[in-house]
């Protein structure tokens, strides 16, 4: 699922300059990314559901990617073109990712909560859940 997210976001958001994922995460969180628009795919949680099927277990379980977008816009010091830059990205993921099928075992994305994660050294971080959901099924 991640590496669908990565593939799409890398060849129809043109703007994107670099698409990481987790591992990539911390060092850019440490001394913020060296290309900007930069865009990392993070695997949140997975809540499944209880087993209902008895000797067979079958649960449904509810998937959450978070997409943290960082851009960087010096041209003002109160960072109103990093927040226009921030939003014009932000829609063309969206476009890419909300009501997307990953896979025909996934459910279409949805979207889930959104905050702003910083706003340093003229660098501003948003994340945007997305969630998903599929089957988990045992071998037995």
């Keep these: 699922m991640i590496d669908a997210i990565k593939a799409r976001l890398t060849q129809n958001v043109p703007a994107i300059k670099f698409v990481g994922e987790a591992a990539d995460f911390q060092s850019a969180a440490e001394n913020n990314p060296k290309t900007t628009p930069a865009c990392f795919v993070i695997p ?56 997307w099928q990953a896979t025909p075992q996934l459910d279409p994305f949805e979207r889930g909560n959104s905050h702003l994660l910083a706003f340093r050294d003229g660098h501003m971080w948003w994340q945007d859940l997305y969630i998903t959901a599929f089957y988990d099924r045992s071998a037995q």
């Design 44 to 99: 949140m949680d997975e809540t499944p559901a209880p087993n209902q099927m008895g000797d067979i277990v079958i649960q449904r379980v509810r998937a959450t990617v978070g997409i943290v977008l960082v851009v960087r816009n010096l041209t003002d010091a109160k960072g109103v073109a990093a927040r226009v830059d921030m939003a014009a990205l932000r829609k063309q993921v969206k476009d890419q990712v909300y009501g």
